[in-house]
């Protein structure tokens, strides 16, 4: 990758709706748009995007074989990243792609020959993983007028009609739902459980996290406090939490939470119910059923349609997004504000203290002037290591290698 190559590499790193996880220290980045000209641009699908947790330098990768759409939704399980589902400015898809990080080479590769019942067309929705089952929950999409007949109205909001056609199934309503549908990996197989208790309403744009054998839902909605739910992956019921309105945080969507213990979720960010992109951090105790507000050192760094993945010692690393989306609301439309800023920036949220030896890697990876000869008389692994996280806090650590 030459120079030129390099800059324009590094302008697609800004980008927001994307997907992402962490695996092996490593942040894995892939999809999502930039706005030029005042338009959405779509990113190219073809490759990936590496960021080394250690030493915060970027790597690109190409990938291979035929490219899924974007507006998607992205999971990792046992080393694919697997992508149903989503939208293009040609329409919408209920298709379903892999590709395997753990190889030397990306390519793409459609899932086909699937067993039961493929979920309708859609995009704004989440996915839980657990036990190697993607389990899809909301979003928005279409339906044939036969699928909305046979569905409770609980369970889909018809917005609009329109025809479309997807394959060789002609589509007429469009709408929110609040479906469960699993995938179960190793078989390539659909099922959609029947849920017991009082489910969330329909939505899409929430936030999804998982602990234990449960899926927790928040957000997506236009209500004044974000809410919260929690679905039993056993059992299928579901789970309301009420909490005082005043002590809730302000109702959002398209924000990230993201499970810090085996009783904590992270709240950050998100386009609030206000029409301003929010810069809070808080936490839900699921045991103790409560929210509270965290100390955030990145008040400066709102952000909407970023991602946020659990990284090493139960650090959060935030990616991307928008520090600015704002929707201008009158008494007849609400639009949204035309410039808006995608970032490319990194920033960690500490949620525990760090070892011992966490601290001493980065004390000297912030003054290697002060240690000098001696680094050469360590270990080579611990070595590589500190030279990682000298690297990490250096000018250079935006550099990319490709």
């Given at each position: 990758m ?5 800059t324009?590499?590094a302008?697609?790193l800004?980008r ?10 490593t ?10 000209g ?12 590496l ?21 998607f939704?992205?999971s990792h ?15 919408y ?8 990080v753990?190889?030397q ?5 459609k ?7 493929t979920?309708?067309?859609?995009n704004?929705?989440?996915c839980?993983?657990h036990?190697g ?6 979003g928005?999409?279409c339906?044939t007028?036969?699928e909305v007949?046979n569905?409770?109205?609980?369970n ?16 007429r ?7 469960v549908?699993v995938?179960d990996?190793?078989?390539a197989t659909?099922?959609?459980?029947e849920?017991?208790?009082p489910a ?6 929430h ?11 928040s957000?997506?909605v ?18 309301r939490?009420d909490v ?39 936490q ?5 059923r409560?929210?509270?507000q ?13 991602t ?5 010692d139960?650090d ?12 201008l609301?009158?008494?007849?439309l609400?639009?949204?504000a035309?410039s ?9 949220f500490q949620?525990?203290?760090y070892?011992?030896?966490r601290l001493c890697e ?11 000869k ?13 030279n990682k996280?000298i690297?990490?806090?250096?000018e250079t ?6």
């Amino acid at each position: 990758m030459d120079a030129a190559e390099r800059t324009g590499a590094a302008s697609r790193l800004e980008r927001s709706s994307h997907t992402a996880f962490v695996e092996e220290r490593t942040l894995y980045v892939w999809g999502g748009y930039q706005v030029v000209g005042g338009e959405d641009v779509m990113l190219p699908s073809d490759e990936m995007w590496l960021w080394d947790l250690d030493s915060g330098t970027w790597e690109w990768r190409p990938i291979a074989g035929e490219a899924p759409p974007q507006g998607f939704c992205g999971s990792h399980v046992n080393g694919k990243l697997y992508v149903f589902a989503g939208s293009d400015p040609v329409g919408y898809t209920d298709e379903m792609f892999s590709v395997d990080v753990t190889e030397q080479s990306y390519s793409w590769k459609k899932v086909i020959d699937t067993k039961g019942t493929t979920p309708s067309p859609r995009n704004k929705h989440s996915c839980w993983v657990h036990r190697g089952r993607l389990i899809l929950f909301g979003g928005y999409g279409c339906k044939t007028v036969g699928e909305v007949r046979n569905a409770s109205s609980s369970n889909f909001v018809v917005e609009e009609m329109s025809w479309t056609t997807v394959g060789n199934v002609l589509f007429r309503c469009w709408g929110w739902n609040n479906e469960v549908s699993v995938f179960d990996t190793p078989t390539a197989t659909w099922s959609a459980p029947e849920t017991l208790g009082p489910a969330p309403a329909p939505r899409g744009c929430h936030a999804s996290a998982v602990l234990g054998n449960k899926g927790y839902i928040s957000g997506g909605v236009e209500e004044s406090e974000l809410d919260m739910f929690c679905l039993d992956l056993e059992t299928w019921t579901w789970t309301r939490f009420d909490v005082s309105p005043s002590r809730a945080p302000l109702g959002r969507s398209m924000f990230t939470m993201t499970p810090t213990s085996d009783h904590a979720l992270f709240v950050f960010g998100g386009l609030g119910t206000d029409g301003e992109t929010l810069n809070d951090a808080w936490q839900f105790d699921t045991r103790k059923r409560e929210w509270n507000q965290m100390v955030n050192p990145h008040k400066d760094k709102p952000r909407v349609c970023h991602t946020a993945c659990l990284g090493s010692d139960n650090d959060v690393v935030v990616f991307g997004g928008i520090s600015n989306m704002c929707f201008l609301m009158d008494t007849v439309l609400i639009l949204r504000a035309p410039s808006q800023d995608h970032c490319r920036d990194v920033f960690v949220f500490q949620t525990q203290p760090y070892s011992l030896f966490r601290l001493c890697e980065d004390l000297i990876g912030r003054n290697p002037e002060r240690f000098g000869k001696h680094l050469n008389r360590l270990p080579s692994k611990v070595h590589k290591k500190i030279n990682k996280r000298i690297a990490f806090f250096s000018e250079t650590k935006g550099d990319l290698t490709a």
